[in-house]
């Protein structure tokens, strides 16, 4: 499943989307398998309650007697809401895959708005709900940066050309161009 967004930050609810004006450039970020406390950094993106979710402050914390925590602050990249939760030792979060990519806003029309991904030339519609009342920030024309949060968890068996199988994502569609990991026999992220 996919999450869209848009302009400044402009952040959405799961199956949905956000836009913020180019300048940033990063590339997508993959992760696999359980992220412990021990392994956060600032800046990292995980997945609490199945939406993104940025790691913005923390600090473990071993007391004498007991086990070891980590104080964390949080911002949730859908709603904007930051949390502050002691995270124990023995929890582990899932990885978010944000995929971001430059866009330009073509046109809008029948309540979708439309941008023409920079790279690919590929549209991409989003919805007025996901605009919501951020439209005042969006211009015809304007250069935008499209980020897609893609949920982890769901998997499915995929055949590759060459006739091997392995799980993917289940955002992944049959022709799809996919990086390999091949001694691993796994799944990296979608080919540029």
């Known amino acids: 499943m996919k999450s869209y967004a848009i302009a400044t930050a402009l952040l959405l609810s799961q199956a949905s989307a956000w836009i913020s004006p180019s300048s940033c450039g990063r590339p997508s ?3 696999f398998g359980s992220i412990a406390p021990k392994d956060f ?4 993106t995980i997945q609490i309650d199945g939406q993104p979710t940025k790691i913005i402050e923390f600090q473990h914390v071993k007391q004498a007697r007991g086990a070891a925590s980590t104080k964390t602050k949080f911002k949730n990249l ?7 939760k002691t995270v124990q030792a023995s ?3 899932d990885p978010a895959q944000i995929d971001r990519s430059d866009a330009q806003h073509t046109y809008r029309e029948n309540g ?3 941008f023409m991904d920079s ?3 590929e549209e991409k519609m989003v919805s007025d709900s996901i605009v919501d009342d951020r439209e005042d920030w969006i211009m ?9 949060f893609e949920a982890q968890g769901v998997t499915k068996p995929a055949t590759l050309e060459c006739g091997a ?4 994502p289940g955002f992944i569609d049959v022709g799809e161009k996919l990086l390999i990991d091949v001694p691993n026999k796994a799944y990296m992220s979608r080919a540029k």
């Open 140 to 148: 015809e024309g304007m250069n935008v940066q499209l980020v897609e």
């Open 41 to 44: 950094k600032t800046g990292l």
């Open 112 to 114: 979708n708005w439309f």
């Open 91 to 93: 929890e582990s979060f």
């Open 29 to 31: 970020t993959v992760l």
């Open 78 to 84: 859908l709603t904007g809401a930051t949390l502050q």
């Open 165 to 168: 199988t392995i799980m993917v």
């Open 119 to 121: 790279e690919s030339f």
